[in-house]
């Protein structure tokens, strides 16, 4: 699938899956590459309203301004997380605070190549002068007795106008199955991520989206599933 290819599918579906072997061609980017980014998911800081929850999930968050005229990615200054309204449930109008990206992870050129692409993908969805892109790497564990919620608020929209979900990897873990649904609940798209450079897109505008719970394969170690979600949404 080449990248007109996807944003053909995301604007007449609404939503599309990109399998590795796709991702790497249009990123140029070998396959072992995703075992050396994945190493930023090592440097991860824990999400204490998630914990309220009961699940155990790190995360670092970066906000980019991206400008279509010039193709410009500019990273912001750190700031809290306010989900928009008409989005996510549990989380509203509410700040959360989470831990900024890395220097050597916002500055990484495989992220530089994703948000690229990325941001040509959401200029195909909708003409705006300016994109707010943010970028947060999560890793959700589970033990036996502690179930990993990758989205404990059930299906959501993030209120933007493209959601994505990149699998960086995933360890020991079962579950975890990714659903993509229309506004009136109808299934659209349903897959269990796993071989790193697997992306799933969707327009948040007229879906919703939801993962499973991931548990252990073998209950003496820890299960774990590491992604990165980025979002672009009309700035300002
Ligand atoms: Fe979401």
């Given at each position: 699938m080449t990248p007109e290819h996807v944003a053909q599918q995301l604007t007449q579906v609404g939503t599309t899956l990109m399998q590795p072997a796709e991702l790497n061609a249009c990123l140029a980017v070998q396959a072992c590459e995703w075992t050396r980014f994945a190493g930023h998911w090592e440097e991860l800081a824990p999400d204490?309203?998630?914990?309220?929850?009961?699940?155990?999930r790190l995360r670092r968050y970066g906000h980019f301004l991206f400008s279509p005229a010039d193709g410009d990615f500019t990273l912001m200054a750190h700031s809290s997380f306010v989900q928009p309204e008409d989005s996510n449930p549990l989380y509203v109008e509410k700040d959360r605070y989470f831990e900024p990206?890395?220097?050597?992870?916002?500055?990484?050129?495989?992220?530089?190549?994703i948000l690229k692409l990325l941001g040509r993908l959401a200029t195909a969805l909708d003409d705006a002068p300016e994109w707010s892109a943010k970028v947060t790497p999560f890793r959700v564990l589970a033990s036996t007795d502690d179930k990993g919620?990758?989205?404990p608020e059930g299906l959501h929209r993030d209120g933007?106008?493209?959601v994505t979900s990149l699998m960086i990897g995933r360890r020991n873990a079962l579950g975890g199955e990714s659903t993509v649904v229309d506004m009136a609940g109808r299934c659209m798209l349903a897959t269990t991520?796993?071989?790193?450079?697997t992306l799933l897109l969707g327009d948040d505008r007229r879906t919703l989206h939801g993962v499973s719970p991931i548990r252990p394969r073998d209950p003496a170690r820890p299960a774990r599933r590491d992604v990165l979600v980025i979002t672009f949404a009309q700035s300002g």
């Open positions: 204490p309203y998630a914990a309220e929850l009961g699940t155990r990206l890395t220097d050597a992870f916002a500055k990484d050129p495989l992220l530089q190549r919620q990758p989205t933007v106008t493209l991520l796993h071989e790193p450079g």
